[in-house]
């Protein structure tokens, strides 16, 4: 990801995931110059992760505006340049959970659901030309539940990226290795 216009499209797909009452989303990302929003993950306006002012943000939209709590929802932690993180991000119906690194960083309560979208779901960029990240990103994976935290732990797995595909394997719906190895 250059920064300028890298993004893997993912196609208009995941509407039914992220408007269910229960999603996680896991990522590795490394930030190597915060200038603005840099979107790591999205799925139109319903659905952004971003890296802004060197901090997390996750904005959850329903069909009335954005849901309580999520516009924006920040984590507490700030992020050093250069640095690989590990973040996951779970919905249980109204109980949003950030982790960065395996550990707790945000907790909101919201309320609503979230919309559907007629825009693509895409890695590296919102939509398909706005706020390009600007570092790597690696092992994106996308369920239909919500990761235990004992679930997230292992994910992380004190630094070194875990395959996915062993963690609640029946509902992960997205994996994205980002390293040659699949698809």
């Excluded at 779901?121 to 706005?130: E, L, N, V």
């Excluded at 935290?149 to 029946?170: F, G, K, R, W």
Aim: glycine letters at 8%; aromatic letters at 14%.
């Amino acid at each position: 990801f250059d920064g300028t216009n890298d993004y893997v499209n993912l196609g208009n797909n995941f509407n039914s995931v992220f408007t269910g009452a229960n999603w996680s989303l896991s990522a590795w990302i490394n930030v190597t110059t915060n200038t603005s929003y840099d979107c790591f993950f999205s799925k139109g306006s319903p659905v952004q992760f971003y890296v802004h002012s060197n901090k997390i943000k996750i904005w959850l939209e329903s069909s009335s505006g954005y849901l309580t709590n999520m516009n924006s929802f920040d984590s507490t932690s700030t992020l050093s340049l250069d640095t690989l993180y590990h973040i996951v991000f779970t919905r249980s119906g109204d109980a949003n959970i950030l982790y960065i690194n395996g550990v707790s960083d945000a907790t909101a309560t919201s309320s609503g659901s979230v919309k559907e979208s007629t825009t693509v779901a895409s890695i590296g960029i919102y939509g398909t030309g706005s706020y390009p990240f600007q570092g790597n990103i690696d092992e994106v994976a996308l369920w239909d539940t919500v990761l235990l935290p004992s679930e997230v732990t292992t994910l992380y797995d004190n630094s070194i990226p875990y395959d996915a595909t062993n963690v609640q394997n029946d509902n992960l719906k997205g994996y994205w290795r980002n390293d040659g190895t699949g698809t």
